[in-house]
């Protein structure tokens, strides 16, 4: 409990002008019962209405006098307290990414209210194994896939949590009580499932290290216990043990009495990665994910402050689950875009997490198995300490990859989006009832369409994008969802040669369902994954063999086994390469290494073909080749040239207007301030030692290349320092300039070191 008479707060309004800390009196009645973090109601402005506003800071030092402060009026009903340190970490986080403080501290506080949430339920089997197999074997001859899933699982897993069976297993609550009044199962409520003998005999005990992962496991625990601590870094392919280091590496946390956050991109959150850590952590292991409901995720916090868990497992936001004790972050996937923030914020998990590391005194783990270019560049310079794994420990390849011009089979005269490589496996696999994957790797979903005779492309009306081709001739906008119909003829020179370019998945179906007539085909993209669960119940199906080929976008390739996928087929693997972003190569071969690693996870071996119109891209021979440090050193050269990071920091100031005059006009005005401040901080040529990219460079403003969304028009500006601290000034700046500044409705956002182009 914090002590003094005074509280400085952050009003809870989200206004440039209002964003500081103003000071109130702490009255009698409400002495010894505030805490930094607390939501407390003030009387604020002239005429004293009541507003909400969190503590920041408590303290004795008056700053005005007595008689003119005003006093908190009390204390917000269902308020919770945060840590200090998470206070101090939103002020970290609004000084190097440009926000309010309010904005930054809401990002901060996982609940705004306490909400009371319902039991935590678990799914225990009630029969023998040999009674649920021969129950299981009646389901999957009535074709009762639910049933036969969560059943299956049972024999396996004599307890399992109720939110990981629905969530992630696909199964309805309906099934699961039409079991429970079967008499196969009991749903119990948390008290009964904290039997500590029951949790036992569903733990399980680690693998026995391999001498490669023991060494991590001792080097990290030894400089944690020698109060070391440090970031470091685990490259290691897919299936060579990185997860198996992450479980032993928290269970030395728990035995040292510390907690632990593991990051994992939402999507990789699957069923059989969560089990494995219930499994070894029991209910001492909770899950944060985006479907929680607020009372499930103020349960959580409330779980975590009282030390009922020890591992807290999820995406960036799970960074924020206040342990009093914290000795560790493990972030898995750190190349994932998924780790930083689309609004303000904009921060990055990694370097969040950083920085709450060195808060808390614990140790950062990062793995990958294409690591960021940030992340291996900061292990190359000795900033975090480097591990790598190089083999799978199940034995299993890495599959053999053919990469095929796509040129040349045109020139050979096959018209077909599959190559002729591509057919051949693919039909033997049909053959062999084993399955295959196709990957699309583009981000618009569909083609566009356009004029033969004039090059005329439909737009959205409302967008500056090209509309995406729909079967039954519709065409469709991804940015806003304006709909319309295919036209007849061209609207601007009448042509009849009106039609579209390019494949998407759609039409990749289409092609399958000519080229092999009666395939079973799946198909995952952003318009089949629209629901929640959609995503689920596409990879469930797929896993349980009822189609013969998934096609999808970048969704597929991410963390799952499908052992009886036998073949991966890149379907064109430059169209990652033509977004305009000085990260379309790393992407393209993260892309490319991850789908390559997805064939021939089971026994049975696996091959690879990659399509392509630019097989002498160092990123696609590279990939072809899954050689990581060949890769980096290219790529680090080409950042190093462009002065792009992490040779150099960037930072984007987005303007955001629906009057195009007013926007242009603020744009231009903010460019010429970001120079006056470069300016001031120019090096002398001595200083930069020749090289541009010391200098802090502005350029632009431009349009940005998605100029308008939604009738809202977009402007961008561009600096570029090798100083980040020169950046967070010149964000200072134009803060302090808009602050200042009548604006309408014009929105201005920072995004520092963006991993995606505007
Ligand atoms: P990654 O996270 O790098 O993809 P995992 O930790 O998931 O790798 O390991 C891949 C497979 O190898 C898993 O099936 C895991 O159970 C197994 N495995 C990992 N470490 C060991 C070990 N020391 N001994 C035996 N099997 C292991
Ligand atoms: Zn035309
Ligand atoms: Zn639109």
Redesign the pocket.
Known sequence: MTNGRYANIIVDISHEKIDKPFQYKIPEKLQGKLEEGMCVQIPFGMGNRLRQGYVVEITDKAEFPDEKQKSIAGIASGSMAVEGDLVRLAAWMKETYGSTMIAALKTVLPVKQAIKHKEKRKITRLLSVEETRSILGECMRKHQGAKARVLEELCQEPVLPYELVLGKLNVAPATLKSLQSQGVIAIESESYYRNPVKVESAREMG????RE?ADICQKVLSDFDQEKRKTYLVH?I???????VYLALIEGMIERGKQCIMLIPEIALTYQTLLRFYKRFGDRVSVMNSTLSAGEKFDQCERAKKGEIDVIIGPRSALFVPFPNLGMIVIDEEHEPSYKSETMPRYHARETAEYLAELKKASLVLGSATPSLEAYNRAKQGKYELFT?NRR??GGRLAPVSVIDLRQELREGNRSIFSRKLQELMEDRINRKEQTMLFLNRRGYAGFVSCRSCGFVMKCPHCDVSLSQHLGGRMVCHYCGYETTEPKKCPSCSSPYILGFKAGTQQIEQQLQIRFPGIRVLRMDADTTRTKDSYEKILTAFAEGEADVLVGTQMIVKGHDFPNVTLVGVLAADLSLNDSDYRAGERTFQLLTQAAGRAGRGVKPGEVVIQTYRPDHYSIIRAAAQDYEAFYEEEVLYRELGAYPPASHMLAVLITTPDEKRGEALADKLASLAREEADRNKQTPKEAQGRECRQTVVIGPAKASIGKINDIYRFVLYCKSAKYGQLTAIKDRIEQAVALLERKDENIQFDFDPIDRY
Do not use: H, V
């Open positions: 693998k026995t290290l391999s992962q290691g897919t299936g060579s043990g990185k997860t198996e794994l420990l199940t």
